[in-house]
């Protein structure tokens, strides 16, 4: 609304307004945009839309009943998707559409200033390898859009058993899918309408469930621009594959929310109390940095050497998320994963 508000007031309103980019739908909680209002408004204001459909581009044209949300809607002036997601090709393979020549144009990088040959360059990143393209391109030509339908109605009816398995009417009590997604993923919080001793923490649902053999990814609950807290949740995005494993998820989906029901998330403070003093103002170190993570129970120091690397329990990480300001436990993610891999001689 308040960009619609600045957008209305006309070129003014929308002076420092570069671009308005609209999510076909977004990853965390699959909530697919208004497209068409919103691009009505930016291009009666002069501003370009971008569409980014990356995790919905390959998907939702099978999805049916859905509004049009690319090139076909007015003032949409571009649309990315990726290819290695739901079109099923090696990391590293997208596109970018545009709805115009000289629009693209302007994604190419040329110079002749400088020494050497006269450089022409049309990707976004400088050298790029042709390998994921080419198996992009041969997995496209094997699947064609019948194979993509195909795939995609399978990861639609695994989302929808999905939601039916946790919102439907023999759900999991305790957890509720936030919002209306679209497309093949979804978020799953706490059910605040039933009492507390009914609850499922959606993070310590993902840990039961990962003690179970399966990963689902925990998701904070942030303040967003406009003032809104969102729920702290737990996301899964479905693939075709989804739909032939459903037999054996659904089943640990309930009885690790079984396992947790009632039960609250770790406490920050607690986590937070027992961090040892820091300096706001001085950069963290390595070492430093190590010893919070141990003093939370993250840490990787003093590990035993033969123990299989693994991150442990998301929950507390998560409460962590959300309590310390976002640079710090930025640091501390870097600290945590680069540990992670680094030969255990060097820890
Ligand atoms: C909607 C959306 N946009 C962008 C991205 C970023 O994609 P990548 O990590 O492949 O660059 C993702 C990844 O899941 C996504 O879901």
Redesign the pocket.
Known sequence: AALGARLAAGPEGAADVALVVV?AP??PHAAADPVADVAALASAAGVPVHV?A??GGFALPFWPGLPAWDLRVPGVTSVSA?L?KYAFAPKGASVLLHRDRDRQRAQYFATTRWPGYPVVNPTLLGSRSGGPLAAAWAILQALGADGLATLAGRARRATLALRDAVDGPAGIDGLRVVGSPVGPLLAVAADDAVPAERRVDPHLWADAVSTRGWTLQAQPGLEQGDGTRLPHTTHLTVTPVTDGVLGELVPVLRAAADDVRGLPRPDAGALLGSLPPLDPAAPLDSATAAALLDAVGLGTVGDDPDAAPGVGPMAPLLALVEALPAPLVERLLVELLARLVEPRAAV
Do not use: E
Request: net charge negative; aromatic share 12%.
């Open positions: 999510s977004s990853y980014d990356c995790i990726d290695h």
